[in-house]
């Protein structure tokens, strides 16, 4: 289970192997018993589920179901509601959106490459859309698409990394050394953190045979984090409904190496909710409190001194 897979995901989406065992079977018998979070799940399930036979035409009470669901694995059942949510709810993104993500765990990158499309168009507001349709579209093969996306993408986010170093894997396809060169730098002065751009560097540097500039970004490079997902807000909003310690562990690992030591902790803070005598949670929350320089009272508060 990849640890970057899953903060794409959001949280319990990334694991690809559950996805697709459970989007092959019936949706009353994918129903997973979380290790630690399973009271949590079953309860919190209920009351979704229960809000919704209150009131069928409620479109919040079915979409907090549906994230409920998406974030705990039950992908088929999350999956209808989603389909049925795009008719019933037009003007939210997040549908097509939230689906799009089912379907390309799927490997089914066509229809989910036509589910962003639709999401970009009713929320025009979250500029993210455009990276991801351009990251799939690279993926697919389609080089020509996803050049015109990342380009859409850094004229609403300048100087966004991730759309520069999109834009270098497409110039590296043409063989554009140059080109890779220039928008990796620009990536790297944006954010002199993100491995994944030094790491391309250097091999731009390597292929063009220039070993001292690779091996001085080598070098360089030391202190860089791993890739890293840009902020996403609609995946936070699964990953806060996630009833799995163990993933919410590792996003939190994630989000703590990205500097984002706020975020790291609210995660630890929920899993530890979920299971109070979980050793690992506790320590990795007591060592996130002490890096954030809230010491000895902290931990107190949260019955980890």
């Known amino acids: ?49 229960a809000a919704v036979a209150a009131n069928p035409a409620a479109t919040s009470a079915r979409g907090r179901l ?36 089912i379907r390309q765990d799927e490997g089914d990158a066509p229809h989910a490459l036509a589910l962003f499309e639709e999401a970009a168009v009713r929320s025009p507001g979250y500029a993210l859309v455009e990276l991801r349709l351009a990251d799939l579209c690279f993926k697919s093969g389609d080089h020509r698409s996803a050049e015109a996306g990342y380009r859409r993408f850094l004229a609403r986010d300048p100087g966004s990394p991730h759309a520069l170093l999109g834009l270098a894997r497409v110039a590296l396809q043409r063989q554009a050394w140059g080109e890779a060169e220039s928008h990796l730098l620009e990536g790297i002065k944006a954010d002199p953190t993100l491995g994944s751009s030094h790491a391309l560097l250097i091999t731009v540097y390597e292929g063009r045979g220039e070993t001292m500039k690779a091996a ?17 807000p609609w995946l ?18 994630i989000a703590i190496e990205a500097g984002k030591g706020e975020r790291g902790i609210a995660l630890l803070q929920r899993a530890k909710a979920i299971d109070p005598a979980r050793a690992r949670t506790r320590l990795a929350l007591g060592k996130a409190l002490q890096q954030a320089g809230q010491g000895a009272p902290a931990l107190a508060r949260f019955g980890l001194d």
Not at 17 to 44: I, N
Not at 216 to 232: F, I, K, L, N, T
Not at 242 to 251: H, P, R, S, Y
Request: charge should be negative; proline fraction near 5%; glycine fraction near 4%.
């Open 66 to 101: 549906a994230i409920f669901l998406h974030a705990n694995d039950q992908f088929s059942e999350a999956a209808a509601i989603y389909e049925h949510l795009r008719i019933a709810d037009p003007a939210d993104g997040r549908w097509p959106y939230y689906l799009a993500r």
């Open 236 to 253: 936070d909003e699964l990953t806060d409904e996630c009833c799995d310690v163990e993933k919410l562990g590792v996003v939190a690992d």
């Open 1 to 49: 289970m990849g640890v970057a897979v899953i903060y794409a995901a959001g949280c319990a989406p990334a694991d690809r192997e559950r996805s697709s065992a459970a989007m092959s079977s019936d949706p009353a018998s994918t129903v997973r018993m979380l290790p630690s979070g399973s009271t949590l799940f079953q309860k919190t399930l209920q009351e979704r589920r």
């Open 216 to 232: 001085g970004v080598r070098a360089r490079s030391r202190d860089s984090r791993r890739y890293r997902e840009p902020d996403d």
